[in-house]
């Protein structure tokens, strides 16, 4: 049968292990959260292409540095129990009846408090600062970049493909994005037909294209390179195919990129044949002709018109 | 019920389950259009397309389709699957049945991707008469019309708008059994490159063929055998 221990005995042995729990605990903590900020997070994605990039790679790595001495000290304190409060050989007897301790809860409570808040607070920041970190933010964007010389580009979402629109170079459009370095870009995108997601993803945008709605996200292009543009909504057969890359080059280069693909749509007509330039588009209307596309004498298919939705012999 | 029987009750349940999942996964999740196989010739490959305002098929005989022409029988086979040898130069002619169907965003009225970015184009009407064939960079889907479908491969930048019989032809003259032998139609030919890999590419329309769905791509849009298919590249 164990011997009691005296109280004040107890709570020496208790000191004793939450300092050494303590004292293992803190150099894995500060040798991990080293680690992880100067050899993990270069590599962290989405990477530093742009400032949403950038941003959210920095937001991730802040929150591996706080979640990392959690985890350890879980997992040292598991440890630590598992040497030293295991059953010895000959012991049968129940633990000491547990009666809560104040200073524990306290600490416990302070510290879980300290961190939540503390991403709350940092979330936050994180996510105005940044001017919407990449993220579509509706038509009416509460978060601006602070520049007002911003590149747009209106991504169009269409099954199954992004086709992108300038309105600063006459309201052209290509099936390639390419961007300049060091440029505030301000993407506004949409949808011909079912909700599409634009995301391009090693520059930290990701925004939702729904047909007639306007989705409005920032960013700062930062190195040149190339970057993946990825459908992510499930959008039919070829979702998953829905996807190209897009280049962030010179200013130069783009500046030669852009006015040569504005003049050659000029000058094949491409430009007068597309609608104006609008945030959003009804594709059921015509703008030249200023008619409905449902079913307009010239332009009537072999079926002799766009079926209503609710016909039943839609193809 | 004796055991005896209990188990081969069970047993003849299980069988006819199994016969069953078995009889779905072959005839519906594996089935497949067959492949029509291209070789080339000097380094070119000759590929025949068309599109009909319908197709020979039992279950969805209104839906809109293209078929591939046999380059052995000539025959013309329904299918959007083909495959032809990396590196090559793939010659395409579509022959275009179908009538006009104006294109959800006229971007798509640009021929973009094709060599020399141009496409060779003539009409046939109802009385068989052809126009000249004409060299042209866009055909302009909303100014009237003239655009019948897409035949484009997003990921070499492929995007060729494929025309269409006249408003009237479109209207009262379209060929009405497949696969079309006669009826007004047009007649595009462009040429693009193969790439020097092997690989499977989703070639797919981007017009709403035969009107098609306002909200979204409907039914032979999204099924490879009509609207869609894949160009397997050989190694």
Not at chain 2, 34 to 51: D, F, H, R, W
Request: hydrophobic letters at 45%; aromatic letters at 10%.
């Amino acid at each position: 049968m164990a011997t009691p221990e005296a109280p004040a005995a107890r709570a020496r042995a208790d000191a004793n292990h939450g300092l050494r729990i303590f004292l293992i605990w803190l150099p894995l903590a500060v040798v991990a959260d080293l680690l992880i900020w100067f050899l993990w997070k270069p590599h962290m994605p989405p990477g530093t292409m742009s400032s949403s990039a950038e941003h959210q790679q920095f937001d991730i790595a802040v929150m591996a540095v706080v979640a990392a001495p959690v985890l350890l000290f879980i997992w040292v304190y598991a440890g630590y129990a598992l040497v030293n409060w295991h059953q010895r050989a000959g012991d049968e007897d129940d633990g000491p009846p547990i009666h809560g301790n104040a200073k524990i809860q306290a600490t416990w409570i302070a510290t879980t408090a300290v961190i939540v808040l503390g991403l709350f607070v940092f979330g936050t920041v994180e996510l105005i600062v940044p001017a919407g970190a990449g993220a579509g933010e509706g038509p009416a964007p509460i978060w601006q970049p602070s520049t007002s010389h911003r590149l747009e580009v209106q991504v169009i979402g269409q099954q199954w493909a992004f086709t992108y629109r300038w309105p600063q170079y006459g309201g052209m459009e290509t099936s390639e994005l390419v961007l300049p370095n060091n440029a505030t870009v301000e993407f506004h995108v949409t949808s011909l037909d079912v909700i599409h997601s634009f995301w391009a993803y090693q520059l930290g945008v990701k925004a939702d294209a729904n047909p007639g709605v306007d989705n409005i996200a920032y960013t700062t292009t930062k190195e040149p390179g190339t970057f993946t543009v990825r459908c992510n909504e499930l959008c039919g057969l070829w979702h998953g195919a829905m996807f190209n890359y897009g280049h962030i080059v010179s200013p130069a280069a783009f500046q030669r990129w852009a006015t040569h693909w504005e003049a050659v749509q000029r000058s094949n007509g491409l430009l007068g044949m597309l609608p104006p330039y609008r945030t959003t588009y009804d594709p059921t209307v015509i703008p030249q002709l200023g008619a409905s596309i449902v079913k307009i004498d010239q332009i009537t298919g072999g079926a002799g018109y766009y079926y209503p939705p609710q016909d039943p012999v839609t193809p | 019920m004796s055991l005896p029987v209990r188990i081969t009750a069970l047993l003849v349940a299980f069988a006819a389950v199994a016969v069953g999942a078995a009889f779905i996964i072959v005839h519906y999740l594996l089935a497949s259009p067959p492949t029509v196989t291209y070789n080339a010739s000097g380094g070119v490959v000759n590929i025949m397309l068309q599109e009909d305002p319908q197709n020979d098929s039992a279950s969805k005989p209104d839906w809109v389709s293209y078929f591939v022409q046999n380059p052995s029988t000539k025959k013309w086979v329904h299918t959007t699957l083909f495959s032809v040898p990396k590196g090559t130069t793939a010659h395409v002619t579509i022959l275009g049945y179908d009538g006009c169907t104006p294109p959800r965003n006229n971007f798509w009225s640009l021929v973009q991707g094709t060599i020399g970015g141009t496409v060779n184009l003539s009409i046939v009407n109802n009385k068989g008469v052809a126009t000249p064939t004409r060299r042209v960079s866009v055909i302009n889907g909303w100014a009237g019309c003239t655009v019948g479908h897409t035949f484009a491969i997003p990921a070499l930048h492929l995007f060729v708008p494929v025309a269409s019989p006249n408003a009237y032809d479109s209207a009262n003259n379209l060929c009405g059994v497949s696969p079309c032998t006669s009826g007004p139609h047009a007649v595009e030919s462009f040429s693009f490159r193969v790439p020097d890999h092997a690989g499977v590419l989703r070639w797919q329309c981007y017009v709403p063929c035969g009107g098609g769905f306002l909200d979204g791509n409907g039914g032979p849009m999204q099924t490879i055998g009509y609207m869609t298919g894949n160009m397997e590249v050989r190694a």
